[in-house]
């Protein structure tokens, strides 16, 4: 991706709206700052120049203290900040002499009273705040090096009354490329908007083991499902001006068991799975995204840790994948080196480590003087380079340049921001991708959507009914108002039938989680609780059951050993399936889950993941059928815990049953199957798929394959279909997938309408890694299979690649 640098002219209403007590100094000049303030132009400071030729110029004037100080970054305020503003002290720091990056200044963050600050809205107040910090930086150090300021932007940018977004894998399920895209360009005009200059988004890790806490951060378990979703967003968040910095890299997501917290190691991942599953996302989105920035994660792979290993941090990175942005690491990658991983001696190696393995900048909740310092001691000692600390510090300098900093450091108009971020527009967006986020799971006999005009009564029960807090994330923005689905159920069925609530029991027991390995029975508080839910199931024409997680059962450093109803949830909707009612289970998780006889006996079931403040709004429209669901799951559901690892892509035979019959015959001894496979999800209308064509069936290794077919909705109601295509290498030199997926398309259609929908194959879409772990084009017959999911093909097709 090119970027053209934005002249700056300092006009005089900027001028004011920077101005201070003290007198301005004479460094704005018209088309170009004096950010060193030597009264000439030097080549940095030339908007006309190349990047290249700023860069190389910059470093040549730096000294040792200012280049370090390019390698750290300075969490913002609360965090190890501890003004919100420049302070006279502030020439005492070690920041005198500049940072990289300061990250999440001023934003506040939800359930973090610490973070509170008036700086951070209204929007414009943040703005005018971050212009502020910036001009203390360019005014006040020798070099004038702008700051780069950082974010979190996974839910929706991580700032107070921020445009929300639904989890991750509920972005995951929507399976809607234009719509994640769309996402990341609100995210990113926020960001602009507000001061912000590189987000951290979007999140690139493979969710292989459901019972891992970050499942909920992760779009899903699938690689091209991943990177198509991760590349969108990237364009989204880089096309307003903003870095994007892809998390995190890499094989981050399978700890050894799915433990997490003060685990965070041993990921059991063979070589070539590593690179066709754990990597794909990543190769794909740097080399077609081109985003700005990467963080590292802090395991390791292997016995190396990721940060500090050249093989990942340059030689993949850099030489392979063409990655030329910068390096952050996650916080205590760097620490964890000799912490945790023990391969340092002590913290001083561990940071010799990391540089030369390819870091640029370390980010975590400490002081940068804790990096920076030993740093100078290394260089000192001779122990790094300063042809290394060059290198790293140029790859700083060029994504700041690239972003424009040195030609328009500031907030040009803050007063605009409150009118750019989080508007009416954007409040709809937000309403939109949480609907098309839903996945409906169940719906026997029709029972859904729900005819207010047929009921009286209605209870909405369950722990997560009247709840709010998964609408919110650390990652995402706060204090936004959120609608709960009992709010949202009432306020549509109002003056229609009458809505009742009753908790029915916690979202989790007083054992727990020791109660899911050792039963115990309910309290009397429990029980009582309990009933009072069934006498109000008994007077009511159905009964919508919210359940699943909360915020604090699902998240980072939060991983689970069973993946059941926590609590007494189950015994709360058996209890309620036995009055004879109908029920309805609203699921509210960040993770599948085993719901192997809330599947068996109820009904009707609507998975929500962890939705934004929307919530009970968008719920509460697609069960009276207002809206019709249409996204698809994203994950595998497992039955049990016990049939970990059970994933789409899979090799053959490795997620097969066994034989009952035979000389090696052994009987029925476990659960097979997925409870709901990858791609899974209902309608309210049916979709019937016909005239596939594959239009050259055989071409060259490195020609395109154009695949088309048609889809027709054949039901009474408009809805979303996701057409998904997959495809099978038939024989290939080593073991391969059964089956890949390799396109997927979102289409909306009126009841009767049909829509043609094209695919194109290219030659990576068929790649394998080869016996010397090159990806290869394979000459042979090859499969595809179009359907509604992994397992519900509906059309087959071959074709064949020639020498």
Not at 508 to 517: G, R
Request: net charge negative; proline share 6%.
């Amino acid at each position: 991706m090119k970027y053209t640098s934005i002249v700056f002219i300092a006009s005089s209403i900027l001028l004011l709206s920077l101005s201070t007590k003290k007198e301005q100094p004479k460094i704005y000049h018209k088309g170009w700052i004096d950010f060193n303030k030597n009264g000439i132009m030097d080549v940095y400071e030339n908007p006309k120049a190349t990047i290249d030729a700023r860069v190389a110029n910059l470093v040549s004037l730096m000294n040792v203290e200012e280049k370090t100080c390019q390698m750290a970054t300075l969490y913002g305020f609360s965090r190890v900040l501890a003004d919100e503003l420049p302070t006279e002290n502030w020439k005492n720091e070690i920041w005198k002499d500049g940072i990289a990056n300061i990250d999440e200044h001023l934003n506040t963050i939800w359930n973090q009273p610490k973070t509170q600050t008036p700086y951070s809205f209204p929007y414009s107040t943040h703005a005018e705040a971050i212009n502020k910090v910036q001009k203390w930086f360019i005014e006040e150090t020798r070099m004038g090096i702008p700051v780069d300021f950082t974010n979190e932007g996974v839910h929706g940018l991580c700032h107070k009354k921020a445009t929300p977004l639904p989890a991750p894998i509920g972005i995951g399920s929507t399976w809607n490329k234009d719509l994640v895209y769309k996402a990341g360009t609100i995210v990113g005009r926020e960001a602009k908007a507000l001061g912000y200059t590189n987000i951290y988004a979007p999140i690139l890790d493979v969710a292989r083991d459901p019972r891992w806490g970050r499942v909920l951060e992760c779009y899903g378990e699938e690689p091209f499902h991943i990177a198509e979703m991760g590349k969108q967003m990237t364009l989204g968040l880089q096309s307003q001006n903003v870095a994007s910095t892809l998390k995190h890299f890499a094989v981050y997501s399978i700890p050894k068991g799915a433990r997490d917290g003060d685990a965070r190691t041993d990921p059991h991942v063979a070589p070539r799975e590593m690179h066709q599953l754990h990597l794909y996302p990543f190769k794909r989105v740097i080399e077609e995204a081109s985003p700005m920035g990467v963080m590292s994660s802090y395991n390791d792979y292997d016995g190396v840790p990721i940060t500090a290993s050249h093989y990942f941090l340059t030689e993949l990175l850099r030489e392979k994948y063409g990655f030329d942005g910068y390096v952050v690491s996650d916080s205590e990658a760097v620490e964890y080196v000799f912490e945790k991983h023990h391969v340092a001696e002590d913290y001083k190696e561990g940071v010799r480590q990391v540089v030369e393995a390819g870091l640029n900048v370390r980010t975590t909740f400490r002081t940068p003087e804790s990096f920076i310092e030993p740093l100078r001691a290394l260089i000192q000692e001779g122990k790094i380079a300063m042809k290394t600390i060059d290198l790293r510090v140029s790859e700083v300098l060029k994504v700041k340049f690239q972003l424009g900093l040195f030609d328009q450091p500031y907030v040009e108009n803050p007063k605009a921001s409150d009118d750019l971020v989080h508007t009416k527009a954007d409040e709809e967006f937000s309403k939109q991708i949480n609907r098309e986020s839903l996945v409906l799971l169940k719906n026997e006999n029709n029972t859904l959507p729900l005819d207010i005009s047929k009921l009286k009564n209605i209870l909405v029960t369950g722990p997560l009914a009247d709840e709010v807090n998964f609408t919110y994330s650390r990652y995402g923005p706060a204090e936004n108002p959120s609608t709960s689905v009992y709010q949202g159920i009432k306020k549509y069925a109002a003056g229609k039938a009458t809505v009742t609530y009753q908790k029915g029991c916690d979202v989790v027991d007083a054992n727990w989680p020791e109660s899911e390995i050792i039963p115990m029975p309910l309290s009397e508080d429990e029980e009582a609780s309990i009933a009072a839910a069934v006498e109000k199931a008994k007077q009511s024409d159905v009964i919508i059951a919210v359940v699943g997680e909360d915020d604090k059962r699902v998240g980072e450093t939060m991983s689970r050993t069973s993946l059941g109803l926590p609590g007494r949830q189950f015994e709360l909707v058996q209890a309620l399936y036995a009055t004879g009612k109908p029920v309805i289970l609203v699921l509210i998780n960040g993770q599948p889950l085993t719901i192997n006889w809330e599947n068996k006996f109820i009904p009707a079931i609507l998975e929500a993941w962890f939705p934004s403040t929307a919530a009970g709004e968008v719920i509460a429209e697609t069960l009276f059928g207002e809206y019709n669901p249409g996204g698809k799951l994203s994950v595998t559901f497992p039955k049990s815990v016990g049939q970990i690892p059970l994933n789409f892509p899979f090799k053959p035979g490795s997620q097969a049953g066994q034989p009952s019959s035979g000389p090696n015959g052994s009987g029925n001894t476990r659960v097979l199957g997925a409870l709901y496979p990858f791609g899974y999800g209902l309608s309210y209308t049916s979709f019937e798929y016909s005239n596939i064509i594959v239009h050259q069936k055989s071409k060259q290794s490195q020609g395109e394959i154009k695949v088309s077919c048609v889809i027709k909705n054949t039901g009474s109601v408009a809805g979303d279909e996701v057409v998904q295509l997959y495809i099978k290498d038939k024989v290939s030199s080593v073991t391969t997938y059964e089956s890949q997926l390799r396109g997927f398309e979102r289409i909306h259609l009126k009841p009767g309408e049909s829509k043609k929908v094209n695919f194109t194959l290219e030659p990576d879409d068929l790649a394998i890694l080869d016996k010397n772990m090159n990806f290869t084009v394979e000459p042979g017959a090859f499969e595809i299979n179009i359907g509604a999911s992994s397992v519900d093909i509906r059309l087959k097709e071959e074709f064949e690649i020639i020498n």
